[in-house]
């Protein structure tokens, strides 16, 4: 089997300076892994920056991420976000150790500073305006922060790779109101450089509330194609007894309930949406690593455990390592109840930030979780 159609799980993982992260560090990751803590907690920041361990030497996961956030990606300020307390001397580091074959990464993101472009044409004229320099008395150009910079170095079998570079920033896009009149304009926002000689080993994606329902009719399409239709529909009727069959007619999905016409998918509960989305990427998916952010969100606890069977089911199907956050405690014992093998392949982590953003983390296995929950003591 070639490395690459081998799942490279993550085994350890420190971060640090990533938004509110002070510094966490998450050691013995399973194939399964339920992250548990109270709200802003940072575990969405944490799925953040799990997605760019994924593959380190790729900085457009950085830009993806503040698109879907919905930030001002034409305001190279905004990079600024991502350094915790918005300083930018606090580096950030998020070291990640993956297996088959062990190698660890260790990747440090700084600022790009206008200073560091080469080119005085990359200086823009809206950048420019987002700074009054007028009103600057100092003699001295400003030097502002443009994008962000990566270095990247592995070790594997005791011996360190060479360092690998890249960067993304914001790019100048000009608008002519006369010259474009009536065009359609579809600009990246971002100038992204990678090495092309780091090949990462890892594969994956991020599964969130901007991203699940994304293109949810091709990934049914491939499912259909691939006639792993049965196997979902059997899943979801769980949700609707009524449900007789899924069809793509076009790029909608429509929904056979038994009525005399089908009917568009959205008319579902948000459960029954929610529970097809994520099977559909699951089993869409071979040897990936996948992250799911707040995956308790809009399902009835008594669908929880419903959902954990399906994700666990697919997961083992399609050798994927699942990453998810939580803060309910239905979800929690929904995970626990749910996992049909008696191994020690799943793991819960409980974090706390304390004082002066310090990160306290709780590891729990299969048993020691049952215990908690067999005694009612609050494990959140």
């Not at 990533?18 to 799925?47: A, C, P, V, W």
Request: proline share 2%; hydrophobic share 35%.
């Amino acid at each position: 089997m070639n490395k690459l159609e081998e799942l490279k799980m993550f085994e350890n993982v420190r971060i640090r300076g990533y938004r509110s992260l002070k510094d966490i560090e998450l050691n013995d990751l399973r194939q399964f892994n339920l992250i548990i803590g109270k709200n802003n907690s940072g575990k969405t920041n944490l799925i953040e920056a799990l997605y760019q361990a994924i593959n380190p030497g790729n900085a457009a996961l950085l830009g993806k991420i503040h698109l879907w956030k919905g930030l001002d990606v034409i305001d190279p300020e905004i990079w600024k976000t991502i350094f915790y307390k918005l300083d930018l001397s606090n580096r950030i580091e998020i070291i990640s150790k993956i297996d088959n074959p062990s190698r660890e990464r260790f990747l440090t993101i700084s600022p790009l500073l206008s200073s560091d472009l080469t080119s005085k044409e990359d200086f823009s004229q809206n950048q420019r305006k987002n700074h009054d320099i007028i009103k600057d008395s100092t003699s001295m150009e400003p030097d502002l922060i443009k994008g962000l910079s990566l270095q990247l170095y592995y070790i594997e079998d005791n011996k360190k790779s060479e360092n690998y570079y890249s960067t993304i920033f914001t790019q100048n896009v000009e608008f002519d109101p006369v010259r474009d009149r009536g065009k359609t304009i579809t600009v990246s926002p971002f100038s992204i450089n990678n090495s092309d000689k780091y090949k990462c080993l890892s594969r994956g994606k991020i599964i969130n509330s901007e991203t699940i329902y994304s293109d949810l009719w091709k990934r049914f399409k491939k499912i259909a194609i691939k006639k792993k239709k049965e196997d979902i529909i059997t899943i979801l009727r769980e949700f609707d007894s009524n449900l007789i069959d899924l069809e793509l007619i076009g790029n909608i999905i429509y929904v056979d309930l038994g009525y005399n016409e089908k009917m568009p998918i959205q008319i579902m509960g948000y459960g029954f949406l929610k529970t097809l989305a994520l099977l559909t990427d699951i089993r869409n998916e071979e040897n990936f690593i996948i992250l799911i952010d707040e995956i308790e969100n809009g399902l009835h606890h008594k669908n929880l455990k419903t959902m954990w069977s399906a994700i666990f089911k697919a997961a083992l199907l399609m050798n994927n390592q699942i990453i998810a956050t939580t803060h309910s405690f239905e979800c929690i014992r929904a995970f626990i109840e749910s996992y049909p093998k008696s191994d020690d392949n799943l793991r819960v982590f409980r974090i706390e930030r304390e004082k002066d953003d310090n990160y306290k983390v709780n590891k729990f296995n299969k048993e020691q979780v049952e215990l908690y929950l067999d005694n009612k003591w609050e494990i959140r």
